[in-house]
């Protein structure tokens, strides 16, 4: 840990004595502009990063005019910048007013409160089903829907809940996902029906005595998920050893190693198998435990049927927010599992299929209306958690450029992280002029940093810029801070000089 303390230490004097040095080597008697491109130079030339691979570009929104551009054709790996397109095409696509829908109809009668039929709920992809909107309640949107039963007369179901998620189809995860990020949160599984992300939330408390084992509580605590609980407390001045897996196809998490006394609450929340059916088991569950008699056992329809929804009744139709809200998600939380159930969507809106190839026909189709070069962009996911996406500098800043001119454009910014203000920004360029000034995208995955979006200069000229880094073998806060420095020159930057 002291080595690793050090290296960073060494890594940030290295930096802040590299840009300091930068203004000592700018000529004074270059003008503005030429200084400026001088600096950004100097700065992405640090020999610490000559492993990287470091791909710019910086544009007048203006005049469209190049102020700087480094490997701008060149295509990297963009992480979760990849979210800029996916919610780009989503707002084109889709409109500001888009809503998911959730179906409830029935295939029975309703008699002296009792429904003589089942309940069939038909979901179309709503990753809102969640405490997200409702102050972090997970069951707010089962006991409003328990409320509009009531208040449709129905006390109790004579048969069962069926959950009809073939909506989407295809596989729940994406082919290209490392199969280690699985049991996490950040990959979790698609749906047309889902609800808490798909997610067990876990928090694993130590007790203060050695040698016993952890503290589980799990919400809901009754999913169907098996705990298996090796993990235990020991002495406070070890170390933390902790781990937790989920085994692959089940839904069975594995807890195991120590966690010193005295530690704080660890929370996690773990991806679950088969989605529809984990949200029909809790909802039936959560419904007979507020007093709805339901006769018969859950059940899921993952395949197009035989059911006839034009001769079923409808009893209710859930919306979800609207999409400028679940935009803010999928960039200022840059929440994977948001823009992987759009991209199913995506391919249901253009081609009727609700699936992930579908989806990557709607975006590549749509990319390439835009002007975008198929070379320059490699899409296979929605969220960009798979390492196989490759898009270049230039191919981003066009994205850029078009949504600057797109008449849903403060929608678009409005749902990316402000520096030092709110979402992945939130503590970044804290106490500069890039504060509150920068609206941007960030992307990380293992050896991966991306920054890209928009930034007034100091006399209030925008501008768009894309930061790639591939391949960096520093600290990732080094690679921070090298984009960090980048937004602050951009917001100090004047045309009329110092």
Same mark, same amino acid.
């Given at each position: 840990?002291?080595?690793?303390?050090?290296?960073?230490?060494?890594?940030?004097?290295?930096?802040?004595?590299?840009?300091?040095?930068?203004?000592?080597?700018?000529?004074?008697?270059?003008?503005?502009?030429?200084? @400026?491109?001088?600096?950004?130079?100097?700065?992405?030339?640090?020999?610490?990063?000559?492993?990287?691979?470091?791909?710019?570009?910086?544009?007048?929104?203006?005049?469209?005019?190049?102020?700087?551009?480094?490997?701008?054709?060149?295509?990297?790996?963009?992480?979760?910048?990849?979210?800029?397109?996916?919610?780009?095409?989503?707002?084109?696509?889709?409109?500001?007013? *888009?809503?998911?829908?959730?179906?409830?109809?029935?295939?029975?009668?309703?008699?002296?409160?009792?429904?003589?039929?089942? @309940?069939?709920?038909?979901?179309?992809?709503?990753?809102?089903?969640?405490?997200?909107?409702?102050?972090?309640?997970?069951?707010?949107?089962?006991?409003?829907?328990?409320?509009?039963?009531?208040?449709?007369?129905?006390?109790?179901?004579?048969?069962?809940? %069926?959950?009809?998620?073939?909506?989407?189809?295809?596989?729940?995860?994406?082919?290209?996902?490392?199969?280690?990020?699985?049991?996490?949160?950040?990959?979790?599984?698609?749906?047309?029906?889902?609800?808490?992300?798909?997610?067990?939330?876990?928090?694993?408390?130590?007790?203060?005595?050695?040698?016993?084992?952890?503290?589980?509580?799990?919400? &809901?605590?009754?999913?169907?998920? =098996?705990?298996?609980?090796?993990?235990?407390?020991?002495?406070?001045?070890? @170390?933390?050893?902790?781990?937790?897996?989920?085994?692959?196809?089940? =839904?069975?998490?594995?807890?195991?190693?120590?966690?010193?006394?005295?530690?704080?609450?660890?929370?996690?929340?773990?991806?679950?198998?088969?989605?529809?059916?984990?949200?029909?088991?809790?909802?039936?569950?959560?419904?007979?435990?507020?007093?709805?008699?339901?006769?018969?056992?859950?059940?899921?329809?993952?395949?197009?049927?035989?059911?006839?929804?034009?001769?079923?009744?409808?009893?209710? %139709?859930?919306?979800?927010?609207?999409? &400028?809200?679940?935009?803010?998600?999928?960039?200022?939380?840059?929440?994977?599992? *948001?823009?992987?159930?759009?991209?199913?969507?995506?391919?249901?809106?253009?081609?009727?299929?609700?699936?992930?190839?579908?989806?990557?026909?709607?975006? =590549?189709?749509?990319?390439?209306?835009?002007?975008?070069?198929?070379?320059?962009?490699?899409?296979?996911?929605?969220?960009?958690?798979?390492?196989?996406?490759?898009?270049? &500098?230039?191919?981003?800043?066009?994205?850029?450029?078009?949504?600057?001119?797109?008449?849903?454009? =403060?929608?678009?910014?409005?749902?990316?992280?402000?520096?030092?203000?709110?979402?992945?920004?939130?503590?970044?360029?804290?106490?500069?002029?890039?504060?509150?000034?920068?609206?941007?995208?960030?992307?990380?995955?293992?050896?991966?940093?991306?920054?890209?979006?928009?930034?007034?200069?100091?006399?209030?000229?925008?501008?768009?810029?894309?930061?790639?880094?591939?391949?960096?073998?520093?600290?990732?806060?080094?690679?921070?801070?090298?984009?960090?420095? %980048?937004?602050?020159?951009?917001?100090?930057?004047?045309?009329?000089?110092?």
């Amino acid at each position: 840990m002291r080595m690793m303390i050090t290296f960073l230490m060494i890594c940030y004097l290295l930096f802040w004595l590299n840009s300091c040095a930068t203004s000592r080597q700018i000529s004074n008697e270059m003008d503005p502009l030429e200084s @400026l491109q001088a600096e950004l130079l100097y700065l992405i030339s640090d020999p610490n990063l000559a492993n990287a691979h470091i791909g710019m570009v910086i544009e007048s929104l203006e005049d469209g005019k190049t102020l700087f551009r480094h490997n701008e054709h060149k295509i990297f790996i963009p992480a979760s910048n990849m979210k800029l397109f996916t919610s780009a095409a989503a707002l084109s696509i889709l409109k500001p007013e *888009f809503q998911f829908r959730t179906y409830f109809y029935t295939n029975g009668s309703l008699d002296k409160g009792t429904l003589h039929g089942d @309940l069939i709920i038909r979901g179309t992809g709503d990753p809102t089903i969640s405490g997200r909107f409702r102050d972090n309640d997970i069951f707010a949107h089962f006991k409003d829907w328990q409320d509009s039963l009531r208040q449709a007369g129905i006390q109790r179901i004579k048969g069962k809940i %069926i959950a009809d998620e073939s909506v989407f189809i295809g596989s729940k995860v994406r082919s290209s996902w490392q199969w280690d990020d699985l049991p996490f949160y950040y990959a979790a599984q698609i749906g047309a029906l889902s609800f808490n992300d798909n997610c067990i939330d876990l928090e694993i408390t130590p007790t203060d005595q050695p040698s016993d084992s952890v503290v589980i509580n799990m919400s &809901p605590a009754f999913a169907e998920v =098996n705990i298996i609980n090796r993990a235990g407390t020991v002495h406070r001045d070890s @170390l933390k050893t902790f781990e937790i897996s989920r085994e692959r196809g089940r =839904n069975t998490i594995t807890l195991s190693g120590g966690i010193p006394a005295g530690s704080s609450v660890i929370r996690q929340s773990i991806t679950i198998e088969d989605p529809a059916n984990y949200f029909v088991q809790v909802l039936h569950h959560f419904w007979r435990l507020n007093g709805m008699d339901i006769s018969g056992k859950p059940d899921v329809i993952s395949e197009k049927s035989s059911i006839d929804y034009d001769q079923l009744s409808v009893l209710f %139709i859930h919306h979800s927010a609207a999409l &400028p809200e679940l935009l803010k998600v999928v960039n200022k939380n840059s929440n994977n599992f *948001f823009a992987e159930q759009f991209l199913n969507t995506l391919g249901m809106a253009r081609h009727a299929e609700g699936s992930q190839q579908a989806g990557l026909r709607a975006m =590549n189709n749509w990319a390439a209306s835009i002007g975008i070069a198929p070379a320059e962009f490699i899409m296979v996911d929605g969220s960009g958690l798979s390492r196989k996406n490759l898009i270049s &500098p230039f191919s981003t800043a066009a994205l850029l450029r078009y949504m600057y001119r797109h008449p849903h454009f =403060n929608v678009f910014t409005e749902s990316l992280p402000i520096a030092g203000v709110d979402g992945t920004l939130r503590s970044r360029m804290k106490d500069t002029r890039a504060a509150g000034n920068v609206r941007a995208k960030t992307g990380f995955v293992g050896n991966t940093r991306c920054l890209s979006g928009y930034i007034n200069d100091a006399d209030g000229r925008p501008y768009l810029f894309v930061i790639m880094i591939n391949n960096y073998v520093v600290p990732t806060p080094y690679a921070n801070n090298l984009q960090d420095k %980048i937004c602050v020159l951009l917001s100090n930057f004047s045309r009329k000089g110092r």
